[in-house]
């Protein structure tokens, strides 16, 4: 079984910057496919970054060039970091994992951009 808990969120102002974090339990994390996906009220759930074992990565088009994914397999973790936040990036971050044909999700984490 794998948990996954993320952390990282908050309040922060437009133009402000935020490091989300998802620690992964279970021996699969080396081998999984990797990303953050985010929902605003009101919308579905939509993609925001992929990073696969061999760490080859992909962005929304709304967040390329301003939020960076990353993995650490010694930690078991993978990281989102954003910068020049929008308030349009406000939302729940969720963090999924996807290993042995089985997809995992945390459980969210907020983050708001406001002034």
């Known amino acids: 079984q794998v948990q996954l808990v993320e952390s990282g969120g908050g309040l922060v102002q437009p133009g402000g910057s935020l490091r989300l974090s998802c620690a992964a339990s279970?021996?699969?994390?080396?081998?999984?496919?990797m990303g953050w996906y985010r929902q605003a009220p009101g919308n579905q759930r939509e993609l925001v970054a992929t990073?696969?074992?061999?760490?080859?990565?992909n962005y929304a088009d709304s967040v390329k060039g301003r939020f960076t994914i990353s993995r650490d397999n010694a930690k078991n973790t993978v990281y989102l970091q954003m910068n020049s936040l929008k308030p349009d990036d406000t939302a729940v971050y969720y963090c999924?994992?996807?290993?042995?044909?089985?997809?995992?999700w945390g459980q969210g984490t907020q983050v708001t951009v406001s002034s």
């Open positions: 999924t994992l996807v290993g042995r044909g089985t997809q995992y």
């Open positions: 990073i696969t074992s061999g760490r080859r990565t």
């Open positions: 279970g021996s699969i994390f080396s081998i999984a496919f």
